[in-house]
């Protein structure tokens, strides 16, 4: 076989495992990235360059900032915010929802834009008892929508512009893709809005996590210490301190020791404020510890996290980081994370720096400036989120090398070819959305840009719509977990499955193809 037969054998190997599912997806990407190279496809250096990919790198970042405004309570904050205006509707908060993840999709982007915002809606889910299916996966398919808002919403925009610029038609202005973004972002919210809940599951996701936003008054309550003397039990929690439950585990070395109301850990930084057996307190004179008695806690975030997260002898009810970012107020580590976050916006807006470099200058002054510690910008990155994308990436580049892309691309447009432009631009919709849900949309448009720019020349047509149309369809990834990152960002926290985003993606897939063959053309002639 040669290597273009071998790449669409690959190709379709690895679409029919996805749908399967009974393999990891990590494991799958990593096996497609090694069958590429034993079957000579692809060199050593290109199985394994995805996985060092500027792509990669800024995910990983993105991981890391998305940890900082949710550790220092900014996306909770941002949620309340937001529940405070839409209340219970459904309507109203799935529809708030794909907005602000539209608007902040075209400041940053598209893989910024989920990761920052899926623990917002994460809590929001769990505050009004949905499940987090019938949220995500409308959040993911809103910024995709999002990213034709701006010249910057995606690298597909500028490649796009470039190319219109360099072929003598004009470059598209900073604002040109508002004309059919935004039809594009209200298309989307309607379809999520009226269809979600038939075509969507009712899952939990992989990561839920308690409403913590009351738990001061749910601890004062459980311990009693509402009215209590002890001066350091109102209030709870502040921007500053917190408390924490620990529960004495069998085998624990604290087993046997006295603990009462007031005392001092052996730290040294925390305080005992209640005792409780059974659930029952056991009063300011303390007790003999035994496994299952709970302690509840006092001090700095920073004492609870250390102590708590290290100490084999209690283990931890709530952790303290999870509740300073549900339950405490807004601290100065807020506003340095916005502050930072503001400033990676400029730097990608701009162009300053490239996309990669600006996350990890993000990421690595939320760590220097203390705003997240190493330990939890290591828990925040998903790896199988890189092992994915950087897995998959040797696949893209086979099937730009090879030729197998463009064979496919060429034939779908010697089809159409003579045809009416309208059947052109549905034509090019097709291959390039057909595509796009295989691999990047940032290759996928590398690959049909050319071909687009041919045929307008053969068919005697100006160039824009079919470029604007390449756009569209690149921004139109709804079918797959693995057509783009921000995908695979909420498979695990939505709960999804492989088969679970066609259902919602087709009829959206068929709004973008509406908007490419009837609304360009108005705006931009044949």
């Excluded at 090694?34 to 991981?63: C, H, K, N, R």
């Excluded at 202005?173 to 809940?197: C, D, E, M, Q, R």
Aim: charged share 10%; aromatic share 6%; with cysteine.
């Amino acid at each position: 076989m040669n290597d273009i037969t071998i790449t669409f054998v690959v190709l379709a190997l690895v679409v029919a495992l996805f749908v399967i599912g009974r393999i990891p997806v990590g494991i799958i990407a990593i096996g497609t990235a090694l069958a590429l190279y034993a079957t000579g496809v692809i060199s050593m250096e290109q199985a394994l360059a995805g996985f060092g990919d500027p792509t990669v790198v800024f995910i990983a970042a993105l991981f890391v900032v998305s940890e900082a405004l949710d550790a220092t309570g900014v996306t909770t904050w941002a949620g309340e915010k937001l529940l405070a205006k839409v209340g219970e509707s459904r309507v109203r908060l799935v529809s708030a929802i794909m907005l602000l993840v539209a608007a902040l999709t075209a400041l940053i982007s598209v893989n910024g834009a989920v990761a920052a915002l899926v623990p917002m809606v994460v809590v929001l889910a769990v505050r009004l008892g949905k499940s987090t299916s019938q949220l995500l996966l409308p959040l993911a398919f809103a910024a995709h929508a999002g990213s034709m808002l701006t010249l910057t919403g995606t690298p597909v925009n500028i490649i796009v512009s470039e190319a219109a610029e360099e072929s003598g038609a004009g470059a598209f202005g900073f604002f040109s893709f508002t004309l059919v973004g935004a039809p594009l972002v209200l298309g989307t919210i309607a379809i999520a809005v009226l269809l979600g809940p038939h075509v969507l599951p009712h899952r939990a996701g992989t990561f839920m996590s308690p409403d913590l936003s009351r738990h001061a008054k749910t601890l004062a309550k459980q311990y009693q210490l509402m009215g209590k003397d002890a001066p350091s039990a109102e209030p709870l929690i502040t921007k500053y301190d917190g408390v924490v439950e620990v529960i004495i585990p069998p085998r624990s070395e604290m087993i046997g020791d006295r603990a009462f109301p007031g005392m001092v850990t052996d730290s040294g930084d925390l305080v005992i404020l209640a005792v409780q057996r059974a659930g029952e307190d056991c009063g300011p004179k303390g007790v003999k510890l035994a496994a299952g008695d709970t302690l509840l806690l006092q001090g700095s975030w920073d004492d609870l996290d250390t102590h708590t997260a290290v100490d084999p002898n209690v283990l931890v009810v709530d952790a303290p980081a999870q509740i300073r970012k549900q339950a405490a107020p807004l601290g100065t580590r807020a506003v340095i994370a916005l502050v930072v976050v503001a400033a990676m916006v400029v730097l990608l807006t701009f162009g300053l720096v490239p996309s990669a470099i600006a996350g990890l200058l993000a990421a690595c002054a939320m760590v220097l400036l203390r705003v997240i510690s190493v330990e939890q910008a290591h828990r925040s990155i998903s790896w199988t989120t890189l092992i994915l994308v950087g897995g998959m990436i040797p696949l893209s580049t086979a099937i730009q090398q090879t030729g197998a892309a463009e064979k496919l691309a060429h034939a779908f447009v010697d089809v159409v070819g003579g045809a009416s432009p309208y059947v052109v631009v549905a034509g090019l919709f097709v291959v390039t959305a057909t595509l796009g849900q295989l691999i990047s949309n940032t290759a996928t448009a590398l690959i049909i840009t050319p071909i687009a720019i041919s045929v307008a020349g053969e068919l005697d047509i100006s160039v824009l719509p079919l470029l604007m149309t390449v756009t569209v369809a690149a921004a139109a990834s709804f079918l797959t977990p693995v057509a783009t990152p921000a995908n695979m960002m909420v498979m695990g926290p939505g709960g999804y499955k492989f088969g679970d985003y066609w259902k919602l993606g087709l009829p959206m897939l068929l709004w973008f193809l509406v908007v490419a063959t009837v609304l360009i053309p108005v705006i931009w002639s044949f």
